[in-house]
């Protein structure tokens, strides 16, 4: 602060005032960056083994599995902010880890931001718009953004019912801005973990769903489940999920996927082999299980 004031020909007393108030508007963020000369050489290997820019996130002693998610999503929020500029789409899947990236966001407003919702969020329980509203709002607010809702299930009953909705011209309005995203945030989808899974946890499977899930695929993305070699045709739940197909989703340019839990590391192993990420920020125990852990062959996608 005495540094700019000399240089401005200003008191200190000032530089501190409009620090402050450009802190407030989220012009300006002060942090403290630890050093994580270990987390630079995993992030390196992660980045040479599976082709992705990746960010490793240094876990302080005894930390806690929320404050483990949001030191990840505080990080992710800060990839997702550079990434993103005016006039772009941004897509978002729903989901515990989204949601707290949305709460991590610097407030500056971008010209004609839009942000899209990936996947639909009812099910049997609830409609989800109050859920997916809350997210997506919050990432609306951050960049003064147009949002865009997928009102329609997580899964639909009936094969017949979601190729129906998909000729609607207000769901194709929908689709075709999922296709033109330029970024897209996502988590991944795990059957277990310290912080489970918003579509394991609270009512959008079946009984059913969750027996043949099990025996066959190891998370999800966008809530189109993925095999361990990231392969995801032919598993029956996905002909009935909202979310896009890995074709549809690799067509984006910057493919944002954050994880904090190494139980998740299966189905994000499972996303790198279809390659559906560019760019991983993960913490420092998911990220040694990621290099511990032995990769499926990548499919030719």
Known sequence: MEAIASEEGVSRSTVSRLLETARAAGIVSIQVVPVHGRASVVEQEIAHRHGVSTRVVPLPDGVGAVERLHLVARTAGRVLDSAVAAGMIVGVAWGTTTS???????ARPLADVQVVQLNGAMNTLSSGVGYGTDVLGRFAAAWDAQVHHFPVPAFFDHVETRQAMWRERSVQRVLRLQHAADVALFGIGAFGGAVPSRVWAEGYLTGPDRAALTATAVGDVCTVFLRADG?????????????????????????ICAVADEAKVPGLLAALAAGLVTDLVLDERAARELLSARAVTRRAL
């Open 231 to 255: 392969s995801w045709e032919g598993l029956p739940l996905n002909a009935r999920s909202s979310g896009p197909v890995p074709p549809v989703l690799r067509r984006i340019p910057r493919r």
């Open 100 to 106: 707290a990236v949305s709460e991590h966001l610097l």
